[in-house]
């Protein structure tokens, strides 16, 4: 028996399961390794073994017209050998090592298939119980005309798919004390006026009858991640607006964030609380706004100040808790937030680096939003292995990759990239049981929108 024909054997009684990248693998993590076998480079030229190949995510339209026929034939050969979520965040998290077929994996892995899940006929309630989904006809009832009186908390939660923390309520409260007739109005003097969720504080909503979708497009911005949601904004000029930014939409929101949707995707940091954010911009603008604005930002200044000293609230732009969110970050962002998802350090697993530098991810992003139509075709296909990678990154459990790329796709703004940012992201959400993320994710790159006309009322 030739040398290659025993280790052959060798690889054959293994009893770690063959790892479907094969020599292609570059996943170094010791989990993984101990887990999956892969089957080497000589060894899979001697005996003639392949693996097909990943297909390659669709990137915009164009893409799309020149793979249509084939990428439809493949659907229709193999969808059904192909892996649900379900099954493969089973597979991140099993420990179990049952008995597995000897054969190379060798079934192709469609992107599609990755990507178009279907949605869950099961939702959490905000008090951890299940309920059925409600249908597009029950989501668009109007709330005024139901049997049990109208509880503005839970239409929240329902059409924005978050609970709104006390500071939210309690500046709601301080706003009506300003202006009892128009609280909405109350820091118009300055500039702003309040948004989002606290339309539905205002009475705004009803007699007013939307899907599901629109809810979640309401008073988002072009640059707006699916874990920000706008609250204030200013007078439609920049599109400046300040909103609450949650890690995991289970949880309290982390910090408020403030943007000029119509500039560009960085968010600034603005204190644990709207109180703190609305302090910051008051004092930012006392010093370059003109002196009939300095001297409303000051009386206003007065009464906040009151107010934060009543409730014992912390003013600093990065607070206790920030600071500790800080220490969590993963990796760094173009929109300059800082990425956070579950990551385990002993096995490396939860988040894996980008397939390329970040400088140069801006910098073909840049090239490829400024091409003409007829070099439009080498900068996607310079794109390409990036997003063939962080799809791999996703099947070995690094689901934060995949939040990762949809990020910095969004923050850069090419629109044709739209149906790939809505994949990546509504994929690792869904991985990640984030399902409140990814229904926003899709729902805004759906019908992306420029400008600052974007309240649905």
């Not at 040398?3 to 993590?29: A, L, M, T």
């Not at 385990?344 to 530098?357: F, V």
């Not at 805004?444 to 009322?457: A, D, E, F, Q, V």
């Amino acid at each position: 028996m030739s040398e290659s024909v025993s280790e052959y054997e060798k690889f054959k009684q293994d009893s770690r399961i063959p790892c479907r990248y094969g020599d292609k693998c570059y996943q170094k993590n010791p989990a993984h390794l101990e887990k999956y076998k892969h089957l080497p480079k000589k060894l899979k030229r001697k005996h003639n073994m392949k693996l097909t190949p990943l297909k390659k995510v669709k990137l915009d339209s164009e893409v799309e017209a020149q793979e249509s026929a084939e990428t439809n034939h493949e659907i229709d050969e193999e969808t059904s050998g192909s892996i649900s979520q379900k099954e493969q965040k089973k597979e991140c998290i099993s420990s179990s090592d049952s008995e597995q077929n000897d054969e190379i994996v060798n079934e192709k892995i469609l992107i599609k298939d990755q990507l178009d899940i279907s949605e869950e006929t099961l939702e959490k309630s905000p008090e951890g119980d299940t309920k059925p989904q409600m249908s597009e006809q029950d989501n668009n009832k109007d709330e005024t005309v139901a049997s049990k009186p109208f509880n503005p908390k839970e239409f929240i939660r329902a059409r924005f798919l978050v609970n709104m923390p006390k500071d939210f309520y309690d500046f709601w409260d301080f706003c009506k004390e300003l202006k009892p007739t128009a609280p909405s109005e109350a820091l118009k003097s300055v500039g702003l006026e309040l948004i989002g969720p606290y339309d539905v504080l205002a009475d705004k909503f009803k007699h007013i009858k939307r899907s599901p979708e629109e809810y979640l497009r309401h008073w988002r911005y072009y640059y707006d991640p699916p874990e920000v949601f706008a609250v204030i904004k200013d007078d439609n000029s920049t599109g400046y607006h300040i909103g609450y930014f949650y890690d995991s939409p289970d949880e309290p929101p982390v910090f408020l964030i403030s943007n000029y949707g119509t500039k560009d995707g960085v968010f600034t940091k603005m204190g644990d609380n709207i109180f703190a954010a609305l302090h910051l911009y008051l004092v930012e603008t006392k010093k370059t706004g003109d002196p009939f604005k300095k001297l409303q930002v000051g009386k206003l200044l007065v009464s906040l100040n009151k107010r934060i000293e009543s409730l014992n609230l912390n003013v600093s732009q990065h607070s206790q808790q920030m600071k500790e969110r800080q220490l969590k970050v993963v990796a760094k962002t173009f929109n300059k937030i800082g990425l956070v998802v579950p990551y385990n350090k002993k096995t490396q697993l939860g988040y894996r680096n980008l397939a390329m530098e970040d400088k140069d991810l801006i910098t073909l992003l840049n090239k490829l939003e400024k091409a003409a139509p007829e070099q439009r075709s080498k900068y996607l296909s310079d794109l390409q292995p990036v997003l063939t990678y962080a799809n791999i990154a996703l099947d070995e459990c690094d689901f934060g990759t995949g939040i990762k790329l949809g990020w910095e796709l969004l923050y850069h703004g090419i629109d044709s990239l739209n149906s790939t940012i809505s994949q990546f992201l509504s994929n690792s959400y869904k991985l990640l049981n984030k399902e409140a993320f990814a229904k926003i994710a899709e729902a805004h790159m759906n019908k992306r929108k420029k400008g600052c006309n974007l309240s649905i009322i």
